[in-house]
């Protein structure tokens, strides 16, 4: 994502420099012989200064914002590294989706990752600023019509950044749910496998799924929504760029749907994430769904029944379950009888629904909150 971000830097008059580890020499090597971007085979805009890991402190040194676009893996390590500079620097942006586990075996957000790993570093973390939302790399570093949301507890701050960026292609919105942001990043790679599998389904039944897809969408958005109220983060993030937004766009042409294919087609995890790997093809998804399981178990394990579409894809991930039984069980599951009882008196209870009347209770208290 750091190449596709230089565009609209370099289009408003920042000065961009991009800092590779020692795992990014591929793609620097590219860039240096003049070539595109390996994976999303798009050349760097010629006004960034590209630096190799040795040269983190000339890369950093002046900045005024540095933007982090590693992995979730290999997050704690950055911000070991960048800790001696927070000082020097008005803002950090995030742009890694996931979650982190520390020695102890607890799960944490990334903010609460990153400082809780700078206090130990005897560092402050300046502000910080997480970037979320429907944006395929390639399309943005192409210029294509692109929407992000830019969230900052300090709302003054998103406001200001989310200026400084926009361009007529590229527009960002600012927000103040920091924590909406990023739960529902890596969640939605989650929910995007779900969805890739419903794909898979129909290649290989050669049977049409629209609907289960549209089940299982609507599911998702539910309970992306409650695991980020839960997690101290608004539900109605959801339904906006950062939620539905997202899925949309991964669920029909991410890495993740393209897994979930593979797994609706009959292949075995394991083999199909080794195969999308050796084809450069991270499945974020894979390493980030049971973290937020284990988070949610260690947090909020009261909502783990309320969830039943997050813990089919844990399941599926694992492979040790009947990938479309486990899939159609969560995305429509067994009316509760006492429910089914109380409808046929006209008395239903809306909330009871996973698939649709929980979003739309939401939707009817996030209305009245805004009529107030």
């Known amino acids: 994502m750091g190449t596709a971000l230089c565009r609209p830097l370099v289009d408003t008059g920042w000065d961009v ?10 793609v620097l090597d590219a860039y240096a012989q003049g070539q595109p971007h390996p994976a999303i085979h798009v050349p760097l805009a010629p006004q960034v200064k590209t630096y ?39 803002a950090v942006w995030v742009l890694t989706k996931g979650f982190v586990k520390d020695e102890a075996g607890q799960v944490h957000l990334l903010a609460e990752a990153m400082e809780q790993i700078a206090v130990a ?13 429907p944006v395929i790399a390639r399309q943005c570093a192409l210029s294509e019509p692109t929407a992000t949301v830019y969230a900052c ?61 549209a089940a299982v969408f609507a599911q998702a ?18 339904i906006g760029l950062a939620g539905v937004g997202d899925l949309e766009v991964t669920g029909i042409s991410g890495r993740n749907k393209f897994f979930g294919m593979r797994l609706g087609r009959g292949e075995h995890p394991d083999e199909a994430e080794t195969e999308m790997k050796a084809a450069g093809h991270t499945v974020e998804g894979v390493h980030s769904t049971p973290l937020a399981m284990t988070l949610i178990e260690q947090r909020c394990p009261q ?5 039943p579409l997050l813990r089919a894809v844990d399941e599926a991930i694992s492979g ?17 009888a006492d429910n089914f009882a109380a409808s046929q008196q006209g008395k239903w209870n809306s909330d009871w629904s996973p698939a649709a009347s929980g979003l739309s209770w939401r939707l009817k208290k996030l209305v009245r909150r805004f009529k107030k």
């Open 52 to 90: 190799r890991a040795k040269h983190l402190d000339a890369a950093v040194r002046g900045a005024e914002v540095l933007a982090i676009c590693v992995a979730a893996v290999g997050l704690p390590d950055i911000t070991r590294r960048l800790a001696p500079y927070f000082d020097l620097v008005r």
């Open 221 to 238: 958005i539910r309970e992306m929504s409650l695991v980020c109220e839960a997690l101290g983060g608004r539900p109605e993030s959801a």
């Open 303 to 307: 909502l783990l029944d309320e969830l």
């Open 17 to 26: 420099a991009m800092w590779g580890t020692e795992y990014d020499d591929a």
């Open 121 to 133: 570093n005897g560092a402050e973390l300046p502000t910080l600023v997480s970037i979320g939302g």
């Open 320 to 336: 040790e379950v009947d990938i479309r039984k486990t899939l159609v069980s969560a995305a429509l599951p067994a009316y509760p």
């Open 153 to 213: 507890q300090d709302f003054g701050a998103a406001i200001h950044y989310a200026r400084t960026v926009r361009t007529d292609y590229y527009r960002a919105f600012p927000a103040e749910d920091t924590t909406g942001v990023e739960v529902l990043a890596p969640l939605k790679n989650s929910y995007a496998i779900a969805l890739g599998v419903t794909e898979g389904i129909q290649e290989s039944t050669g049977s049409p799924q629209s609907n289960l897809r």
